[in-house]
């Protein structure tokens, strides 16, 4: 395995919010292989776990999945998360295991609180599901949006110089020396410089909801990226 990291920073906003992170969390809950069975999940109850999800029928208005897909995509979690919660110590350890040669701890935080869309400290299967919905069935914007959240680390509604640096700093931490060529030090600093002057229209130092969003949808590479996974599941 070996990722070729591209010359151009924007080109990273959609490859790894898309590649990298749910390529590894659906083969993580085992999600990749849906079967089409029925399931005596088929209302999602919960005897046995601490959390009750919320119903099919609400979770199928809230996303863009059947309720065949939906109870297959519970299945998998149940058998990851019998609590039907995870916590985030417990999403890097599993997360860490798919990249042995690097550390995926930085960038698996950044990743929960993504998801952990009430911010409690804990992802349920909603949290998961609705996430998930937007990047596999979503549309361009909807993506967009969510990528721009997880760049935006402390939730302000701007991304900073330093949340980017710290964003692509946990990639190559992550992707260890798996990554080629050869990973230079100042690598990270050079796409954030590089991201920031596409995407800063305006020069003051932020990037918005707004440029992110304009500047990705003109970048060939990156509206590419966004289809990768529509026909995953």
Known sequence: MSVRWETEGLQTVGIVCLVIMFLKLMHLLGLIDITETESSDSDL?????????????????????????????????????????????????????????????????????????????????????????????????EKLNWAFNLYDINKDGYITKEEMLAIMKSIYDMMGRYTY??????????????????????????VTIEEFIETCQKDENIMNSMQLFENVI
């Open 45 to 141: 109850e919960l005897s046995t776990v601490r959390h009750q999800p919320e119903g099919l029928d609400q979770l199928q208005a809230q996303t863009k999945f059947t309720r065949k897909e939906l109870q297959s995509l519970y299945r998998g979690f149940k058998n990851e998360c019998p609590s039907g919660l995870v916590d985030e110590e417990t999403f890097k350890t599993i997360y860490s295991q798919f990249f042995p040669q690097g550390d995926a701890t930085t960038y698996a935080h950044f990743l929960f609180n993504a998801f952990d869309i009430d911010r409690n400290g804990s992802i349920r299967f909603e949290d998961f599901v609705i996430g998930l919905s937007v990047l596999l069935r979503g549309s361009v914007t």
């Open 181 to 206: 060529p050869c990973v230079r030090d100042e690598a990270p600093s050079e796409h954030v410089d590089k991201f920031f002057q596409k995407m800063d229209k305006n020069r003051d130092g932020v």
